[in-house]
């Protein structure tokens, strides 16, 4: 097996055709074929077939492409440590972030990075579970920022708790049960949750079941916090937002956070990488920052910045 033949196999896929990636390649559509051809008359095995869409790729070609783009990952990294070493910072660094933090604390992280390493190249992707598991597994992402993944998934990947908030009930300004003071109050209403499909037994499980109360019977899921932001804003659905996420300002002009007896959810972030894959020096030095922009935060001047700070609890 040849680098050249994995690199055309990732091409086609992230292409859809041999024709297609051979111009990202930069080689003929001849050059392509003959590549992935070699590849399977080397292994005795079928691994992409052509169909009227373009290409297709055989289970054992969609197994070995996730190998290849963990490989074209790694060798890319290498690159970049060399080029660390003779004192040029270039590459792409890409995090999957969760909405909260990406609306929240990520800017000032990203300023203070640009001027550590302003030839590295930032990719973000949302951080939700999946999203963010495939691309960790294939090498696409470095790291993740986001909940702390299922136990079944330990062996593969690295969790390192991060830092942890409470959440509140929130509903629209103007909302009939905007001064409700229990989950009680809310048996009836449409529930909207902005995180992964495992959402729904999280808010069973830890929320309603925890305070003897039974699951509301209808709650929806978004997996894009401007959906969530848009219906929040113009109907009677209630969602559960950690408290950066409502320290925001787009959150305080529109939304109510809810002061309820009932204990609601605290959260965990948590950085989530490959195992046995160390993070790169681009990697660390962004987490670094994003600690730095914590911790100075807390103390701002700016009595609204230093409430949304203050509602983290780093556990690092």
């Not at 939304?255 to 007896?261: E, F, G, H, S, W």
């Amino acid at each position: 097996m040849k680098f050249h033949q994995f690199r055309t196999l990732v091409a086609m896929a992230d292409t859809g055709s041999i024709r297609a990636a051979a111009r990202a390649l930069g080689i003929s559509p001849a050059a392509a074929t003959k590549a992935v051809r070699e590849l399977e008359a080397e292994q005795q095995i079928a691994l992409v077939m052509r169909n009227a869409n373009g290409i297709a790729f055989t289970e054992a070609g969609q197994a070995l492409l996730e190998h290849a783009r963990a490989i074209l990952h790694q060798m890319a990294r290498a690159q970049e440590d060399l080029d660390r070493r003779r004192g040029q910072y270039r590459g792409t660094l890409a995090i999957g972030v969760t909405p909260w933090v990406a609306l929240s604390f990520l800017p000032d992280a990203v300023s203070l990075f640009r001027t550590r390493m302003p030839q590295m190249q930032l990719e973000f992707y949302e951080g939700l579970l999946n999203i963010t598991m495939p691309r960790l597994r294939d090498g696409t992402l470095d790291f993740s920022l986001g909940k702390p993944m299922p136990a079944s998934l330990h062996a593969e990947f690295t969790q390192t708790p991060l830092m942890a908030t409470e959440s509140a009930v929130v509903v629209r300004k103007g909302h009939p049960l905007e001064r409700a003071r229990s989950l009680r109050e809310f048996q009836d209403s449409e529930w909207l949750l902005n995180w992964d499909p495992a959402s729904k037994e999280m808010i069973a499980d830890t929320v309603f079941h925890r305070h003897g109360l039974p699951l509301p019977r209808t709650v929806h899921l978004a997996h894009s916090w401007a959906v969530a932001m848009g219906l929040l804003m113009h109907t009677d659905i209630v969602s559960i937002f950690p408290w950066p996420l409502v320290e925001t300002r787009l959150a305080r002009e529109n939304l109510r956070a809810l002061t309820l007896k009932e204990e609601v959810d605290r959260t965990t972030v948590s950085v989530v990488a490959r195992r046995g894959v160390p993070l790169s020096a681009a990697a660390e030095c962004f987490l670094d920052c994003l600690m730095i922009s914590i911790r100075a935060g807390a103390t701002a001047q700016d009595s609204a910045r230093r409430r949304l700070y203050r509602s983290l609890e780093l556990l690092i």
